[in-house]
């Protein structure tokens, strides 16, 4: 009978969980809420909680979490107030650092996912932690993968924590400044994860299966406000800068420069949806400097974009085609090739106009444009980079998107017709189901140039499979060799490819093993009408452990034609012969310890043939943090190169070291060194940072570059001769009119 008792109440539970319907009802208010993280108004004393019962998303999906999560809103004319209570079983937080936009893995925090436009593609993302420490970003995509989420969008808002025995509250104020929406709408998509070190689970309010992503916008609750929103606060913000700087090219041999110079952003809101971004006279001296890597592949390699004035809505303009077929890649805007060197150079910006958002909840629009200044010594005109995009929404969560590009010299000084315009028309189509069992693309690009090049096409397709326990991915791509998309990011052009894929996933319902992945990955490249010029097999294990370290292991074999010379090796050696090929067999592996502990530690080996020789190597990081005020890492990458057609062994090494240091949650420094074999530099870049008002900052900047010598010659390897040194002290300040 007892038995039977049971049986029926946990039925009657699952039924109630079932039948909960995920809407949070939001009053709209007049008393003022003050933001302390005591909950003391009468609205949060009188609102009923609606976001509870959070379900675990990790160690397993399918249970309530353990310690309990309360969220409640209300909202006025100017701002979304959100209070919060994360009950726990104690206080030992784990709090790597007060520096705001941290990363959620690891440590303590909440997360919200506001999709004000209800498209399950695009979303806000606000966050805290027990020491009201603020991050804030952005999710495109529909939150299907990892290349959707970035936290380098900033904005004003407002938020306070306070620690009890037993949970930590917290207390938002997100102005509807900030947000983008349409006004005759009353509901709202939303979504909040929490991650909690205590009980080692992560949980979210609207369950997600474990084969998804945490932010995946497929899994959403409803924002129910009592009322339409009738203000959005401030229309028009205005962010100028004043910079000074000092610079010294010493390999150059110039002479110094101090230059002192004026600039600014600002963002208008055209309608609740649409918003206008102006810049004049950019400057991005702020933004950290790019790591760098160890490049053996042939091919460029792209990095993120990180500047302020790009970011919002970055998926309009950025996520057209694939990541290595893009048509449009902002970093191109500012740098500029010198035709008398072939080396990238920086290329100052008169300024740009940027129109952005949503019409209407089906359409969403794209307008850039900005002017590069003329660099005579380099050889290059002034240059106008146009950019417009449209996408339209298509049944729960698909949309089709069209692109034009056009890079166009004004008044060009040299005499080559085919730098005088470059442009790019494209169709998408991104797929995202309902159900999330679907998701992928499908893309139909061509570059028009003056020169008229034939085959100037690009295609791709990708499609996803995506079950609880299998994953089944097709991809192929075509890219013309008459392909010339030059704002673009093209790896490589005239090529045909294919790449399937293919998990198989278990879940173990206790021990030490979380989760393991068996996979299967195969690439293979043609150049139309010639044959098989590269092919990558891989095959092996994944596995996640119940204590948040992961392991992979990997075989695999590659096959590579050489057309031209190449030196596999990265080190300026003998390379190898052109029209030759290889064939190769190696292992892998790649260790990540729990990162919530003090120390924490990541390698990677390899070892095993390659191209006609065999390679060892290994690479990854160690950390150790002083809660909470920051941490100290190394990052390596090391490469032994054992080739018999060269008289010696080759080495590559990269070393950085990196101190991350907050010591407060408005005064933050960084500095990291970075030594580099592969291009003989080694570089320091200290940035301290002062956030005196929300949004507002002044940077100092510290970096110098020096001339690191080759490993393979001891005669030059110690000499750290200085090539350059630049100083740049910066005030921005974010001004609500």
Known sequence: MKKLTLLLLLCAHFV????????????????????????????????????????????????????NTTIRMAFDDENLYVAIECFTRGSDFVIPTLKRDYRAGGNDNITLLIDPFSDGANAFMFGTNPAGVQREGLISRGGTDIQGFTTSWDNKWKCKTKVYDNKYVAEMAIPFSTLRFNKNVKQWKFNSYRFDMQANERSTWAPIPRNQWIFNLGYMGNMNFQEEITSTGSK?????????????????????????????????????????????????SQVEVDRQVTNLSRFEISFPERRQFFLENADLFGSFGFQNINPFFTRRIGIAVDTTTDTNIQNAIYG????????????????????????????????????????????????????????????PSNDDITEKYNRVVGLDYNLATKSNLWSGKTFVHKSISVDNKSDAIAHGFDLSFNKRRFLATWQHEYVGDGYDAQVGFIRRTDYYKIGPEFRYFFYPSSGIINRTNLFME????????????DQDFATGVSLEFSNNSRLNFELGRKYIFLFDEFDPTGTDSTPLPEDSEYSYHFMKANYNSDNSKPLSVRFGPYVGQYFNGMRYGARGSINYRVEPYGSVSLNYNYNLFDMPYLDEKKSTILLGPRFDFSFTKSVFLTAFFQYNSQSQNTNINTRLQWRFAPASDFFLVYSDNYFSGNPGDPSDRFAFDLRNRSIVAKVTYWLNM
């Open 522 to 533: 195969y690439r293979q490249f043609w150049i139309p009408g010639t044959g098989k010029t």
């Open 236 to 284: 028009v913000s205005i962010i100028p800068y004043a910079i000074t700087s000092y610079e010294k090219d010493i390999e150059a041999g110039t002479d110094s420069n101090v230059d002192y110079n004026l600039g600014g952003d600002a963002k208008i809101a055209i309608t609740s949806g649409l918003n206008l971004d102006l810049t004049a006279n950019p400057d991005f």
């Open 352 to 411: 740009g106009v940027r129109l952005s958002g949503k019409i209407n909840s089906n359409w969403r629009l794209g307008l850039l444009s900005m002017m590069t200044k003329k660099e005579e010594n380099a050889g290059q005109p002034d240059l106008n980079y146009t950019v417009a995009t449209v996408q339209r929404k298509i049944g729960e969560r698909s949309n089709i998107g069209a692109i034009i590009v056009n890079r166009q010299s004004i008044n």
């Open 16 to 67: 109630a969980q079932t039948q909960q319907s995920l809407d949070i009802d939001i009053p709209k208010i007049s008393e003022e809420i003050i933001l302390d993280g005591s909950l003391e108004e009468s609205v949060w004393k009188s609102a009923s909680v609606y976001a509870k019962d959070f379900q675990q998303y990790f160690p397993t999906d399918s249970v309530i979490a353990e310690d």
